[in-house]
């Protein structure tokens, strides 16, 4: 009987530990393809290399669904900034909860 009572409160410990990790793999794929990106930008001075190079690094998925931003002035030794920002839905079998991720990287402009 207690069994019936907390089966429900054990299944969603268990969605919501999903969903903890989800968000973390989502953010770390972020933050790696904001840097991939900044890294372009500093290198190359047309930003849309840096989207493309962001848009890789992200999946087909998650590039979808981002919006990236890349600032390069072109002037040697001022930061490229690259940030990349996508709505995550927790739990969208419950009617979901929309958060913002959002990384972004700098680098020096080289070239």
Known sequence: MEFVLVLPL???LIVGMAEVVVVARTSLQLAAASREG???AAAA???A???EATRRVLGRDLARR???TVRRPPVVGKPAEVTVAVSHTLLPVLGGLRIP???TST???EV
């Open 45 to 47: 001075p047309d930003p």
């Open 10 to 12: 054990v299944f969603l």
């Open 49 to 51: 290399r840096a989207m």
């Open 107 to 109: 680098m020096r402009v």
């Open 38 to 40: 900044a890294r372009v």
């Open 66 to 68: 981002a919006r990236i």
């Open 101 to 103: 991720l959002e990384s």
